[in-house]
Nanobody, 120 residues
């Protein structure tokens, strides 16, 4: 079964750091873009950062200069290093990845979500 498993969320004080990890398993074909999204209750899920297979990155303006996305293609894993955390970063963070199903159709994967809470 193809799935994404996240880890690394938790409670941190403002100004602190956390590192999220997301590992893909059961992958048959290579993974294309991997990304992190976040969502707070009552709001739409928003893109935090994305990274292509070649390492090109894209960040939401609100996290530029504080968050860093990286990936290990050999391990099918994506990371999100979060520094200088703010209370407004509090959200459930979701890992996202694109690959292909056994029939070669595009397949979008989502992790189960990990809660990040930043206290003031």
């Amino acid at each position: 079964q193809v799935q994404l498993v996240e880890s690394g969320g938790g409670l941190v004080q403002a100004g602190g750091s956390l590192r999220l990890s997301c590992a893909a398993s059961g992958i048959i074909y290579s993974i294309n873009t991997m990304a992190w999204y976040r969502q707070v209750p009552g709001k739409a899920r928003e893109l935090v950062a994305a990274i292509t297979t070649g390492g090109r990155t894209n960040y939401a303006d609100s996290v530029k200069g504080r968050f860093t996305i990286s990936r290990d293609n050999a391990k099918n894993t994506v990371y999100l290093q979060m520094n200088s955390l703010r209370p407004e970063d509090t959200a459930v963070y979701y890992c996202n990845a694109w690959t292909r199903a056994p029939d070669y159709n595009p397949l979008e994967l989502w992790g189960q979500g990990t809660l990040v809470t930043v206290s003031s």
